[in-house]
């Protein structure tokens, strides 16, 4: 055989190597990239046990002490809500969120528009039941604050404005700063009339906490697989990969023409 076959066939070996070596390295990319894509967008049901073993070696007292009080206009007893739109909708989407959840801002971010439009409409009426998962996954309060500072907004029908500018000004998940009622106070800051004595003596006496404990059990209860969890009409949307804001308008324009 000649020098130059004998290159030739090196050389061929080599290619193939080097291709082999390529869809190797391919492969573990994507199985990368489909582990990191379930931890992002996924918190399952281990995180919702995380919840209870991590709540267990805490002082939660400031959670259950006094009586459940219930923001103004406040839905159900067993799932409590904030409700916002008009009664009569024919269509209802029912959301579990977490303001220190970044998936929840992802999807506020959205589908925010669309929705905004679409309960002005008076077409869609939105049913929010406020969470506290992250506090019992990462530590801390920042859910529970943040959500009995919502719940204090809707006490003088604010909630909507101040839900927007939590999602607008969400820390890091690892970092706990809706803990601070001074930082929940001074978001109200950017809510024209909200930031009253009255809303600040609620955030700071954590009037609602009691309140929220009481949805957060109501999600656990509900054996949901993370936040953001969306329900329209009763069915899951958020788990429907084929879900827009486009697609979501159309459904409600649907029925509400029905």
């Not at 528009?113 to 929010?128: D, N, Q």
């Not at 954590?206 to 209860?221: C, Y």
Request: with cysteine; charged share 25%.
């Amino acid at each position: 055989m000649s020098e130059k076959n004998r290159a030739g066939k090196r050389t061929a070996r080599e290619r193939l190597a080097d291709e082999r070596e390529k869809q190797k390295a391919a492969e573990r990319r994507r199985r990368t990239l489909i582990v990191a894509s379930s931890v992002v967008c996924v918190l399952g049901l281990a995180a919702v046990i995380g919840v209870v073993a991590a709540n267990s070696g805490k002082d939660d007292s400031s959670d259950k002490a006094g009586p459940v009080v219930a923001p103004s206009g406040a839905l159900g007893e067993d799932a409590p809500a904030i409700p916002v739109g008009k009664d009569g909708a024919k269509s209802t989407l029912t959301v579990w969120e977490d303001f220190r959840c970044p998936a929840c801002k992802a999807f506020e971010a959205a589908y925010r528009p669309t929705i905004h439009e679409l309960t002005g409409a008076g077409k869609l009426r939105v049913e929010y039941h406020l969470a506290t998962l992250i506090d019992g996954n990462m530590g801390g309060s920042g859910s529970r604050n943040a959500a009995n500072a919502a719940a204090c907004a809707q006490d003088v029908g604010k909630f909507p404005a101040y839900h927007d500018v939590l999602y607008e000004n969400q820390p890091e998940e690892t970092d706990d700063a809706f803990a601070e009622n001074s930082k929940l106070i001074g978001l109200a800051a950017k809510v024209d009339g909200l930031d009253t004595p009255a809303f600040r003596t609620c955030v700071e006496d954590g009037t609602h906490n009691s309140w929220v404990a009481k949805s957060d059990q109501a999600f656990q209860n509900g054996h949901f697989g993370g936040t953001p969890t969306v329900l329209f009409n009763g069915k899951n949307i958020y788990a429907d990969q084929s879900m827009t804001p486009a697609k979501l308008k159309q459904m409600v324009e649907e029925a509400d023409q029905g």
